[in-house]
């Protein structure tokens, strides 16, 4: 969909995502010491504002106007809520164009972004050069499996990836040692229906950046 379709969406009075961080950003970065983090497409600010709970500094990234101001006005409750300002700097941004700082960010977190081949390899490349050495990726979308198999999620096949996708899509980063696999593969998610509790298939993806003066491995490319 497009900037303007999005910022429809965000138009209504409804939430169009819950106000709970996604559980497996959650699961996978709870309890770690906070630093600089990036958000890409953060939507409504759900992932952004847990973090910055949490004690990360946080950019959040996304193509919607309207979906900043949603996520400006809760992470300022939240802040309200916790006596003092959450550390969120809000960038509105196409995230097929945006670029961020290289070496910057000790995380950095993509969350259900769904684009075509080429402009999902150029946005995990993206997401690896920004890394600071130790800096940890994590990647979570809807898994081409759960086309057939799960529920929800984009219904076109050419937008959906596996683990093994963004494997290739990063294959010399992980074959040079440069960007070592912590986890990927499939995971599944119980999502709550009128039939009762179904199952969505999700793809997770987490990786660390090694420290360059001891992989090298230029992450300029």
């Keep these: 969909m497009d900037v303007t379709t999005w910022d429809e969406r965000y138009s209504g009075e409804d939430l169009v995502w819950p106000k709970s961080p996604n559980k497996w950003v959650v699961h996978e970065l709870e309890g770690r010491v906070p630093g600089r983090a990036l958000d890409l497409g953060t939507g409504e600010g759900r992932n952004a504002i847990w973090l910055a709970e949490q004690g990360w500094s946080v950019t959040a990234v996304d193509f919607s106007a309207k979906a900043l101001q949603r996520a400006r006005r809760r992470a300022t409750q939240v802040g309200k809520e916790h006596g003092a300002p959450l550390d969120i700097t809000w960038v509105q941004a196409d995230l ?47 898994d081409s499996t759960n086309l057939a198999e799960g529920v929800g999620g984009p219904q076109d096949a050419s937008v959906l990836f596996t683990g ?58």
């Design 96 to 142: 097929f164009a945006y670029e961020a700082p290289a070496g910057t960010y000790d995380l950095v977190v993509a969350t259900y972004v769904h684009l075509v081949d080429y402009e999902r390899r150029e946005l995990l490349r993206n997401c690896v050069r920004a890394l600071a050495a130790g800096g940890i990726v994590l990647i979570v979308g809807h």
């Design 164 to 221: 093994a996708d963004i494997e290739a899509d990063l294959q010399d980063y992980l074959g040079s040692g440069a960007l070592i696999l912590d986890r990927s593969g499939r995971v599944a998610r119980e999502v709550d229906a009128d039939e009762g509790v179904e199952i969505a298939w999700d793809v997770l993806f987490r990786a660390h950046r090694r420290d360059a003066s001891t992989s090298g491995f230029s992450f300029g490319g």
